[in-house]
């Protein structure tokens, strides 16, 4: 590096550290971003949902240059038992393709970041890559001062660290909390290339429409997470995302679990005669809301995975990151105002993400994984029995149908109780409200 000072050092490169970068490059802020692949995206592979309200605050005109593979127009959410899907919700419709809604698409991660970054740069960020930060620097009274990385020493006024959950740089310095299994989740994904035409022709999409399929139950051994299929131009992203604890506790591999959804029978056929091209795993911070590691220190800020920001109900992730990255280039603009960048000053970059639908999101499903802990009841008993009751309602027998889905409807209530069922409503309706 040729500088030894920068206004601002962001370390990572992925969508939390581009936002910010491009927020402050734009302002003319001096704004270096460190990273350690050998280019942002390459440590990505292929199939991401792009939910773009935070671009469109960025790039207005994003849709037009950016390397997008398909708009999704079809969302599909099944539980799945050991031979049976039962369809809770499927949404396939044109309004997606309107600009006021057009804000999901699917993108290869590889392109779109390096695209993500080109615009930072454009903007006149500097980004050095192949590069590894050590650790921070730190003054006599514990403010954040700079970095040193395998290149040597880079100082500035304000750091932030962009680079992903597993976050050694936060959690060496004491800003986050140690990680345990039950807070870290894990996602294992293929992409299976299949010839041209035949994505359309099995997801019922024109050409450049996008479908994201997501699955409960049996692909992840009824354990919170769940498993996905999303299109792309010419694969498909297949993947299961679930908690390292619940991987330990029932003794499977990530592998094997994604090989089972896979042949799965109602899965198989959308698969059939695919070529797989790559594998990969991903780790997830599935700490939650209560959980969050500080936000902001004297002299730093924590943005995306980095910060846990993700919903563990949807498991979405990269909008918040983006997110977050904007807003963390907006509190640095207004630190430079004051030219102060203490914990203080920098509060307002948590006070931005507690009234965006970034934290009130994660609010939302903050008691998720403490419910299913309590209650594993929600992706076993009560699944099956959901989907038996739907098989045996729409069953052809000799039975009048008012009896034939009196009778199901009188096993499923005897499977759950009349007690549970009134109970867990409740319950659910505290939590989602």
Not at 262 to 290: C, F, Q, T
Request: hydrophobic share 40%; charged share 20%; glycine share 8%.
């Amino acid at each position: 590096m040729a500088e030894d000072f920068a206004e601002c050092i962001i370390v990572g490169a992925g969508p939390a550290g581009s936002a910010a970068a491009l927020t402050l490059a734009k302002s003319r802020v001096n704004v270096h971003v460190l990273e350690r692949g050998n280019s942002p995206g390459a440590k990505n592979v292929s199939g991401a949902i792009l939910y773009a309200n935070a671009l469109n605050d960025l790039i207005p005109g994003f849709r037009v240059e950016a390397p997008i593979e398909r708009t999704v127009v079809r969302q599909r959410y099944s539980f799945l038992t050991k031979d049976a899907e039962m369809s809770v919700f499927d949404l396939h419709t044109d309004q997606f393709k309107h600009t006021t809604m057009h804000n999901m698409f699917s993108v290869n991660r590889r392109s779109f970041d390096k695209w993500f970054a080109d615009q930072a740069i454009k903007a006149g960020a500097t980004y050095h890559t192949g590069i590894l930060v050590d650790k921070l620097i730190q003054d006599s009274q514990g403010v954040v001062i700079g970095v040193e990385t395998s290149q040597g020493t880079l100082r500035a006024n304000v750091v932030i660290l962009a680079d992903g959950a597993n976050s050694i740089l936060n959690r060496h310095n004491g800003r986050s909390r140690r990680s345990h299994a039950t807070t870290m989740g894990l996602g294992v994904k293929e992409t299976i290339r299949l010839p041209i035409g035949k994505i359309e022709d099995r997801f019922n999409l024109e050409r450049n429409e996008g479908a994201s399929f997501k699955y409960l139950g049996e692909p992840v051994q009824y354990s919170p997470g769940g498993a996905f299929i999303l299109t792309n131009n010419e694969t498909l992203s297949v993947g299961v995302v679930t908690r390292l604890s619940d991987l330990s506790d029932k003794g499977v591999r990530p592998y094997d679990l994604l090989d089972a959804f896979k042949n799965h029978p109602r899965i198989r056929r959308l698969l059939e005669g695919g070529v797989s091209e790559e594998y990969s795993a991903h780790i997830l911070p599935e700490m939650g809301y209560d959980h969050l590691p500080p936000l902001t220190s004297d002299g730093l800020l924590v943005a995306g995975d980095a910060a846990g920001l993700l919903n563990v109900l949807c498991h979405e992730g990269m909008n918040l990151a983006m997110a977050s990255g904007l807003m963390s280039g907006l509190a640095v603009l207004e630190a430079n105002k004051h030219g102060k960048y203490s914990n203080k000053v920098l509060g307002i970059y948590g006070k931005m993400l507690h009234q965006s639908f970034v934290l009130q999101d994660m609010k939302t499903v903050r008691h998720f994984h403490e419910l299913m802990k309590e209650k594993p009841e929600y992706f076993n008993e009560l699944l099956k029995a959901a989907v038996q009751f739907a098989t045996d309602a729409t069953s052809i027998t000799d039975k009048p149908k008012k009896e034939q889905i009196s009778r199901a409807w009188h096993d499923f209530t005897a499977t759950c109780g009349w007690g549970t069922l009134t109970k867990e409503a409740f319950r659910l309706w505290k939590f989602l409200r």
